[in-house]
């Protein structure tokens, strides 16, 4: 079984900057792809972001590529959403999530609690 525990959400202007962390917890932990969804109000869950276990290759949805960058650091077994230049339409719950990559997507098999991300404009 894989834990997974996000944090850094909160409010921000439009044009500024979060970082949300996601820390890994489990025996097969680092083995896991890992990557972030997003859930606007009224809306699906969408992907955001994924990266191989090494960390090297990594994927964007289109609407989130230049702005938004995926990291993970297996030392500490976590995982962060650098996310620049936010606009009014990124706020969303932000959900970490452990699977398997398919194609340029995560499929999930464990998912965090999710953390609020507000853009005011």
């Known amino acids: 079984q894989v834990q997974l525990v996000e944090s850094g959400g909160g409010l921000v202007q439009a044009g500024g900057s979060l970082r949300l962390s996601c820390a890994a917890s489990g025996r097969t932990a680092s083995s896991y792809s890992m990557g972030w969804f997003r859930q606007a109000p009224g809306k699906g869950r969408q992907f955001v972001a994924a990266?191989?276990?090494?960390?090297?290759?990594?994927y964007y949805a289109d609407s989130v590529k230049g702005r938004l960058t995926i990291s993970r650091d297996n030392a500490k077994n976590t995982v962060y959403l650098q996310m620049n230049s936010l606009k009014p339409e990124d706020t969303a719950v932000y959900y970490c999530?452990?699977?398997?990559?398919?194609?340029?997507?995560?499929?999930?098999?464990?998912w965090g609690q999710g953390t609020q991300v507000t853009v005011s404009s």
């Open positions: 990266t191989k276990w090494s960390g090297i290759t990594t």
């Open positions: 999530a452990a699977g398997s990559v398919s194609g340029m997507t995560l499929v999930p098999q464990h």
